[in-house]
């Protein structure tokens, strides 16, 4: 069982940066891709990024493509989102996404568990 706990959403303007977090727990943690995903109202799930289990790889969605960046760190089993000049657009709830294939294939990512979701809203 995995368990992800994300954290660092909240309100912000326009331009403005927020980092959010989210600690993984339950299987080893630098086996595994991570990713972060969003949802913004009436609207479907969106790649956000991911990160392979060796925290050189990523790969991003091409609306964050330039301001987002995604990292991890593994003695605190934890994968960050770095978001700057962030836009109306970027309203969302953001979810954290663990594969559980064993140093898988980064384009390959699929979203076995989830969190619970945080929420960022950005305003003009």
């Known amino acids: 069982q995995v368990r992800l706990v994300e954290s660092g959403g909240g309100l912000a303007q326009a331009g403005d940066s927020l980092r959010l977090s989210c600690a993984a727990s339950?299987?080893?943690?630098?086996?595994?891709?991570l990713g972060w995903f969003r949802q913004a109202p009436g609207k479907e799930r969106e790649f956000v990024a991911t990160i392979h289990y060796n925290g050189v790889a990523t790969n991003y969605g091409d609306s964050v493509k330039g301001r987002f960046t995604i990292s991890r760190d593994k003695a605190k089993r934890t994968v960050y989102l770095q978001m700057n000049s962030l836009i109306i657009e970027d309203t969302a709830v953001y979810f954290c996404?663990?594969?559980?294939?064993?140093?898988?294939?980064?384009?390959?990512?699929?979203?076995?568990?989830w969190g619970q979701g945080t929420q960022v809203t950005v305003s003009s």
């Open positions: 996404a663990f594969d559980t294939v064993p140093y898988g294939i980064l384009a390959r990512f699929r979203g076995d568990y």
């Open positions: 339950g299987r080893p943690f630098s086996m595994y891709n």
